[in-house]
């Protein structure tokens, strides 16, 4: 039932590896046994290794290689996605489990990894999602421990590495999401743990660091809700853990605080600096940091997720305040900074830098109508996540404005908003799921140049955008799952680029892509679902008395073309409503040269019409 490989770089003189196990889905064929030796052409051969995807997505229960005293090596993908595969028992020779090795092995129950004495490597996302592992104990050989290696695995409990002399660092991901492990038991000459090794396991109570530990990355610990002790040596010369916080050696650094308190906290003095994530997910309703006087710097989502948290009291010493520090915190009505900051100032319940460029945060309980600073460059990301009360949002008048960062909107309830010309960039998920948009118009952001993954993603209510000519980009899924979408416009002679699914629905309803005359190479897959192309046409205009004998308009390059018989009164309008050029028309043909490509309203008289100036 084997097929071997006989020349694999892997083998000595006279071995072998299984390069693939051709099993039924008969009983009698599940339960397999691997032998020591296999026969080709005659000769015996040690089997050595179990070849890459050899077993992979077979229905194969057990698999026992306790028999096979050569076997040195299980090559990648080796038994992945076996979900039937319950009980793996391991040679004592064997040196290496490479990456993804037994990933998505759903009911694997139990593995003796224990007892592979040899075992010095063990690749990243070997164990992934393996969810009915319950228990782990590694070898003394082991040096290598790769990145995701148990991720997912939500049955995992418990987990001893008390006898891994020679592994000195636990890779990021490595537990994430093991959701029920309650007991670990960590390798005693460690010295680094990176960036999420542990988080989200939600039923650890309590870990001891060893003594050695000279680095615990940022969010380790992050969402593990349960957690109320971090034991660490008081010789330990990086780390100290007291009143619920890890904290540098010297106490000028939080790293953590621990789940178990509730209310108000009030840090102490002393304190310079508060690292990534170190309050996420924490209960307090109140925190004060108005007697920390040396606090400098506040690290990205240092705060989020916190959704007791009500009000946030910060020193006048803050210097730095990162990214998403207040990440959905849905209940935060009050930030307060005393009189004075050189860094930083409140104004009308948004958080903003001194000098007013930078918008960090709004109160969660601002309502439209709000008034935004016109001096801002960036929205911050985050800044409006979950934002319920703010339904329009005018940021025509911030003409600085340049970017709109990654989670900005995202789940708010915005039913119209508009954008300045000075746009350049709006990040990921920044208006994902504002589930009462209905309409987009970005003609006047003539700079605009990208729109980057799932940015207007699951706005099921939206049902036209209006793109510029400078738009060259727009990311993977970026507008995916808007189930309305029925009007696309875009003004350039060029298709940008798009990601995968920019504009993928479920549901194919029709959808028309309006583009400027004389382009062609436009793909209409691209755009969705049962798109048709329209060349020429702005949705919703009206030829200005298409059929008259007194005037016709159209949108040319760098002007309006106005021919008219009379002298009668026009007025150029951006959408916005700005006056762009007003004057007499004369009779025969006249052009109103427009320094802008975008659309117009031109007004003549008392009719109205839209056009594209390219």
Known sequence: AFLLNRSSDLCEADTAVIVKCNIGFSDVYRDVTVPATVESDGKEYIVAAIGEGAFMGSSVKSVDLSECPGLKVIKKDAFCICHDLEKLLLPSSLKVIEETAFSSCTRLVSINIQDCMELFSIGQSAFDTCANLISIVLPRSLTYLGERVFINCNNLRTVDMSDCELLYTIKSNSFNSCSSLNSIILPPNLTD??????????????????????????????????????????????????????????????????????????????????????????????????????????????????????????????????????????????????????????????????????????????????????????????????????????????????????????????????????????????????????????????????????????????????????????????????????????????????????????????????????????????????????????????????NSDYFKVSGMVGAVFIKSINADPYTIMSLNGSVVSNGMTKSGECKVPVSTPGIYIVKIGNQVNKVIVK
């Open 193 to 546: 743990i990176e960036e999420s090794a542990f988080i989200y396991c939600r039923s650890l109570v309590s870990i001891d660091i060893p003594v050695g530990v000279k680095n615990i990355s940022p969010r380790v610990f992050m969402q593990c809700s349960s957690l109320q002790n971090i034991n660490i040596s008081v010789a330990n010369q990086y780390y100290t853990f007291k009143d619920y916080l890890l904290l540098s050696k010297d106490n000028k650094t939080i790293f953590l605080c621990v789940g178990g308190r509730t209310g108000e906290y009030i840090l102490p003095d002393g304190i310079e600096k508060i690292e990534d994530a170190a309050f996420n997910g924490c209960k307090f309703r109140s925190l004060d940091f108005s007697k920390c006087n040396s606090l400098v710097s506040i690290a990205d989502n240092a705060m989020g997720a916190n959704e007791n948290l009500e009000s946030v009291n910060l020193p006048k010493s803050l210097r730095l305040i990162g990214k998403s520090v207040f990440f959905n915190c849905p209940n935060l009505t009050s930030i307060e900074f005393p009189y004075g900051s050189e860094y930083f100032t409140v104004f009308d319940g948004i958080l903003y830098s001194k000098d007013f460029k930078r918008l960090v945060v709004c109160n969660s309980d601002k309502n439209s109508p709000i008034e935004i600073r016109k001096e801002i460059e960036v929205i911050d990301a985050s800044a409006f996540f979950n934002s319920k009360g703010i339904t329009e949002l005018d940021l025509s008048i911030c003409d600085k404005l340049q970017v709109i960062e990654l989670w900005a909107f995202y789940n708010s309830k915005l039913c119209k908003i508009t954008f300045p010309s000075s746009l350049i960039r709006i990040e990921n998920y920044s208006f994902y799921n504002c589930g009462q948009l209905r309409e987009l118009d970005f003609s006047e952001c003539n700079k605009l140049t990208s729109i980057e993954e799932f940015a207007f993603a699951d706005n099921r209510k939206l049902e036209k955008v209006c793109f510029p000519a400078s738009l060259s980009m727009i990311g993977t899924a970026a507008f995916s799952e808007c189930w309305q979408l029925n009007t696309i416009t875009y003004m350039g002679a060029t298709e940008p680029e798009l990601g995968n699914n920019a504009f993928y629905s479920r549901y194919a309803y029709e959808r028309t892509l309006y583009l400027p005359n004389a382009v062609s190479g436009f793909d209409p897959s691209n755009w969705g679902p049962n798109v048709d192309i329209k060349y020429g046409e702005i949705p919703g205009s009206v030829e200005l008395n298409n």
